[in-house]
C-alpha cells in the first residue's frame, strides 16, 4: 500500500484527500496515516494539512524498488528491484537469487556490503548511503568464453550513463575500471555459474563512488567520487536507471545483433591505449605499449621487441592511472 500511495502522491501536483486515497484503494483512514508515517521514516517529506490531505514535498536519496523503477523506460533490467539495508555483497546476493530461479535483468542494490569485493579478491568499502552498490544478474545464451564481453559492454553501458548524467570525462581503465583524472571512480566484477559450454547464469557487479567526500589513507591517492569531481551532491537512482537503461540498450544488441559493435565506441573512451603497461600474469611480466583492443575483448600489448599479446586476464598496471 506505501508504494501505490507513494505513487498517487507523486502524480498530484498539489494535496491529495485522505478521502480520494481511500476510495480510490479501499482502505481506511487510519491504514493511509500509517502507510504515509511509514513513508515519511524512509525519509519522504510529506506535508499533511485537516482540509486539504497529503502533498508530497521532498523525495529522499534511497535505492528503493519505487524510486528505482518510477520512470525506468527498460523493458527487463530493473523490472524486479530487490533493495537492502545491508548484505554480504550484492554479487553473492544476485548468485543466490539466481539459483533459485530469479529472471534476467534483476536488479540487487545495498546500502552498506559488509564483504562487498573487487577483482582478485580485493575488499571494496562500501559505507551506507555514499554509494551505489549494485548487481545484474543475467542469463546470456551465449558460451562461457564470451563472458569477458560483459564485463566490457558493462564498462562502456556505465560510463556513457556516468557522462550523460553528471558531465564529468569519466573514462574507461581496461577491462572493468570507470576513471576521472586517473583516479578510480567504479569498479565492475562479473562472475558467472556455467557448465562446459552453457551458462546458467551471469552476476555483472557494479561498485561507484558517488557521494563520499574522503577516503582512506591508504586509497585517497587512486580513489575518487563524484562528489569530490563536482563538489555537489548526486541523487543516486537516477544514475541507476540510466544505467540500466544504458546498459540494456547494449546487452540486447550484443545478444541479437551478430554485426553489433561496441569494440569502437569502448576504444574511444579506453584511457588505457597508447600508454606503457605491464602484465603481471602468474610469474611472467608482460611490459610495452597497449596497442589495440581486439573485436573480442583483449587489450593487445606490443612489446619493445616488436612482439604483440592478446591479454584476456592478469593485473594490468597502466602508466599515469592511479600513480603508478
Not at 564485463?151 to 550513463?161: I, P
Not at 563538489?231 to 553489433?260: G, H, N
Amino acid at each position: 500500500m506505501q508504494e501505490k500511495i507513494l505513487q498517487m502522491l507523486r502524480e498530484k501536483e498539489g494535496y491529495l484527500s485522505g478521502e480520494q486515497i481511500s476510495k480510490q484503494l479501499g482502505v481506511s483512514r487510519s491504514a493511509i496515516w500509517k502507510a504515509v508515517n511509514a513513508l515519511r521514516q524512509e525519509g519522504y517529506r510529506i506535508d499533511s494539512s485537516t482540509n486539504k490531505g497529503y502533498k508530497l514535498e521532498t523525495i529522499p536519496d534511497i535505492l528503493t524498488a519505487p524510486e528505482i523503477q518510477h520512470g525506468l523506460s527498460t523493458h527487463t533490467m530493473g523490472k524486479k528491484v530487490v533493495s537492502l539495508k545491508e548484505v554480504d555483497s550484492t554479487n553473492e546476493e544476485a548468485k543466490r537469487q539466481g539459483a533459485k530461479g530469479a529472471p534476467e535483468g534483476a536488479v540487487f542494490l545495498a546500502e552498506h556490503q559488509t564483504g562487498g569485493k573487487g577483482r582478485l579478491g580485493r575488499k571494496w568499502v562500501s559505507l551506507p548511503g555514499e554509494g551505489i552498490w549494485m548487481s545484474i544478474l543475467l542469463r546470456p545464451e551465449i558460451p562461457p568464453y564470451e563472458i569477458p564481453q560483459i564485463t566490457l559492454l558493462t564498462g562502456l553501458a556505465v560510463c556513457r550513463a556516468i557522462r550523460s548524467v553528471t558531465g564529468c570525462d569519466a573514462l574507461i581503465k581496461w577491462p572493468n575500471d570507470i576513471i576521472i583524472h586517473g583516479k578510480k571512480l567504479v569498479g565492475i566484477l562479473t562472475e558467472l555459474v556455467a557448465e562446459a559450454d552453457c551458462i546458467n547464469y551471469a552476476v555483472t557487479g557494479i561498485g561507484i563512488n558517488v557521494n563520499q567526500k574522503q577516503f582512506p589513507n591508504e586509497i585517497a591517492h587512486k580513489a575518487t567520487s563524484l562528489f569530490l569531481e563536482t563538489q555537489r551532491r548526486w541523487a543516486r537512482a537516477p544514475l541507476v536507471q540510466k544505467i540500466l537503461e544504458s546498459f540494456e540498450e547494449a546487452y540486447d544488441s550484443f545478444l541479437t545483433e551478430v554485426s553489433f559493435d561496441f569494440i569502437t565506441p569502448y576504444k574511444e573512451l579506453c584511457v588505457s591505449l597508447g600508454r606503457e603497461v605491464s602484465v603481471q600474469r602468474g610469474e611472467q611480466v608482460i611490459r610495452g605499449r597497449a596497442a589495440d583492443i581486439s573485436k573480442t575483448g583483449e587489450l593487445v600489448v606490443q612489446t619493445p621487441e616488436g612482439a604483440f599479446y592478446p591479454i584476456n586476464s592478469g593485473e594490468v598496471t597502466v602508466q599515469g592511472i592511479y600513480g603508478e
